[in-house]
């Protein structure tokens, strides 16, 4: 952790491989936590860096992740994130969404959801979500990836919606440059803050976690996730006999 000794640890997945508006919005956040202390930055890139499109196949939600056919690609950057302070995400706008590589990589995070089989590594994980429109759009592609981010149990901490109303971010006039600087290093000074104390499950995390503790319950013995809600030690152990 971002403890004096160690340097902070975020991971960034960039929804777009452009060095464009989102992209110069990141660099300013990432400059700004730099100022702050000693960071690191595990930066991914889709769809260059996880390219393979979610097929439907369901052996990650019936076998296990490591039988995705896009395993080879998602478990880096899946590792990057256990194991991150923090987590960045950002995405163009694409018709008033995520980009689809974005969504594509949110795709293959389904069985973190609370719902099946949650990384308590993430429960609290402080994040920043960071969208970029030309004009409408960025709200809600924040807001998908803000949704991804709580069902996993993480911390959504700031979402930095930017409207361009520009060509491109050089040509926006330079006071809403400055002001859209100064709320990025507002919200780049509150991850850094929240990565620096320890995790904890938000309100809205405790309470996803215990609907689906009662829904586990109802799933027949063997299931898949109840196992692994068991493993954890969330439900209480078969009556008479351990189960694997
Ligand atoms: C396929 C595509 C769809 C887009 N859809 C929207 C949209 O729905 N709303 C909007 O305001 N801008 C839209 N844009 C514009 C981008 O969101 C905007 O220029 C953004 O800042 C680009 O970010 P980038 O430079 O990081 O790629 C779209 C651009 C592309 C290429």
């Not at 809403?176 to 990565?195: E, F, N, P």
């Not at 620096?196 to 499950?201: E, F, N």
């Amino acid at each position: 952790m971002g403890n004096g000794v160690m340097p902070m640890q975020i991971c960034v997945v960039h929804g777009s491989p452009r060095r464009g508006n989102t992209w110069q919005a990141l660099t300013l956040v990432r400059r700004e936590l730099l100022q702050l202390g000693a960071v690191e930055f595990t930066e991914y890139q889709v769809p260059n860096d996880m390219a393979a499109y979610c097929c439907g196949c369901y052996a990650c939600f019936e076998r296990g992740e490591q039988y995705c056919p896009a395993a080879a690609e998602m478990q880096p950057i899946g590792a990057s994130m256990l194991a991150a302070d923090a987590v960045i995400l950002t995405s163009p706008a694409y018709v008033i969404g995520p980009s689809a590589a974005m969504k594509n990589f949110l795709d293959h995070t389904a069985c973190l959801f609370m719902a099946h089989r949650p990384e308590p590594r993430l429960f609290g994980k402080p994040a920043l979500v960071l969208s970029t429109a030309a004009g409408y759009g960025a709200r809600q592609a924040n807001a998908v990836m803000a949704r991804c981010l709580r069902h996993w149990g993480a911390s959504v901490i700031a979402q930095a919606s930017i409207r361009i109303y520009a060509a491109d971010w050089s040509q926006m006039p330079a006071r809403k440059q400055q002001r859209l600087g100064r709320r990025l290093r507002r919200d780049a000074r509150r991850l850094y803050a929240a990565a620096a104390r320890p995790p904890s499950l938000t309100m809205f995390g405790r309470g996803l976690f215990v609907l689906m503790r009662s829904m586990m319950k109802s799933y027949p013995d063997g299931h898949m996730d109840k196992e692994y809600w068991r493993r954890q030690g969330w439900l209480p152990p078969v009556q008479g006999g351990s189960q694997t």
